[in-house]
């Protein structure tokens, strides 16, 4: 992929969420609030913590962290559903109806909430122990294993036999060559994060739906290019090391 592919993916989001902003906006309110909410409960309660050293309440900090937690976890499985939902119509095979209900994808089929949670527990892994070395190693590899649950959902709805250790081992392999191109667009968002900032959140309403549909592009491109049978990966940032 190159410049004007990014460029493409990008144009071609932008467009689609404008031409449907009110869908994309109830199909992605559900975790944006529920990701607001938590981190709100996460920093006060961080306060309270700092203020009381534990005490005289620590127990009941200690809960508000855990219940802050849960609210961004929660808000985390309700963004894979609507990232899910906008792979799915992008490829053509999902309509624009019922967006709250479609933002519950994660727990249409068992196997891709039990997918979920065990590719995510194994890229944390994986990424610490990367981390261990040095940072930079770390940061990377989260870009090799970011594409994993959604070829695992892939592979169930096919009927294929794919664990969650061989999604993420066929997700580094298809991002050889593409992890920079990832990076380098999630970068050119960095301005329309700043706006979400200042407006208080309010333009992440368009921004977080554009940048997911725009990422859901790219790995709808990158499945059709590494499926075509004289498909050729490049290998600039190959890298083929042992560990996953």
């Given at each position: 992929?190159?410049?004007?592919?990014?460029?493409?993916?990008?144009?071609?989001?932008?467009?689609?969420?404008?031409?449907h902003?009110g869908?994309?906006?109830?199909?992605?309110?559900?975790w944006?609030?529920?990701?607001?909410?938590?981190?709100?409960?996460?920093?006060?309660?961080?306060?309270?913590?700092?203020?009381?050293?534990w005490?005289?309440?620590?127990?009941?900090?200690?809960?508000?962290?855990?219940?802050?937690?849960?609210?961004?976890?929660?808000?985390?499985?309700?963004?894979?559903?609507?990232?899910?939902?906008?792979?799915?119509i992008?490829?053509?095979?999902?309509?624009?109806?019922n967006?709250?209900?479609?933002?519950?994808?994660?727990?249409d089929?068992?196997?891709?909430?039990?997918?979920?949670i065990?590719?995510?527990?194994?890229?944390?892994?994986?990424?610490?122990?990367?981390?261990?070395?040095?940072?930079?190693?770390?940061f990377?590899?989260?870009?090799?294993y970011?594409?994993?649950?959604?070829?695992?959902?892939?592979?169930?709805?096919k009927?294929?036999?794919?664990?969650?250790?061989?999604?993420?081992?066929?997700?580094?392999?298809m991002?050889?060559g593409?992890?920079?191109?990832?990076?380098?667009?999630?970068?050119?968002?960095?301005g329309?994060?700043?706006?979400?900032?200042?407006?208080?959140?309010l333009?992440?309403l368009f921004?977080?739906?554009?940048y997911?549909?725009?990422?859901?592009?790219?790995?709808?491109?990158?499945?059709?290019r590494?499926?075509?049978?004289q498909?050729t990966?490049?290998?600039d940032?190959?890298?083929?090391d042992?560990?996953?």
């Amino acid at each position: 992929m190159d410049s004007q592919d990014r460029i493409n993916f990008k144009l071609g989001a932008k467009s689609q969420i404008l031409d449907h902003i009110g869908f994309y906006i109830l199909l992605s309110i559900l975790w944006i609030a529920l990701n607001w909410i938590g981190g709100m409960v996460y920093e006060r309660s961080a306060n309270v913590f700092t203020q009381t050293l534990w005490s005289n309440g620590g127990t009941t900090v200690s809960g508000f962290f855990s219940f802050g937690w849960l609210l961004i976890i929660a808000g985390s499985m309700m963004r894979a559903g609507t990232r899910l939902t906008m792979i799915d119509i992008d490829r053509g095979t999902a309509k624009l109806d019922n967006p709250i209900q479609r933002s519950f994808k994660l727990f249409d089929n068992g196997r891709y909430f039990l997918g979920w949670i065990f590719i995510g527990i194994l890229i944390t892994i994986f990424t610490l122990l990367w981390s261990l070395l040095l940072i930079v190693p770390g940061f990377i590899k989260s870009y090799s294993y970011s594409q994993a649950f959604f070829l695992y959902r892939d592979a169930v709805d096919k009927g294929e036999e794919l664990s969650p250790l061989q999604a993420i081992t066929k997700s580094r392999h298809m991002m050889d060559g593409n992890k920079a191109f990832l990076f380098i667009m999630d970068l050119s968002f960095i301005g329309w994060f700043l706006l979400g900032m200042i407006t208080f959140g309010l333009a992440g309403l368009f921004v977080q739906p554009y940048y997911d549909m725009a990422r859901a592009k790219f790995f709808t491109q990158l499945v059709v290019r590494h499926d075509e049978p004289q498909a050729t990966v490049g290998g600039d940032d190959h890298d083929d090391d042992g560990m996953a």
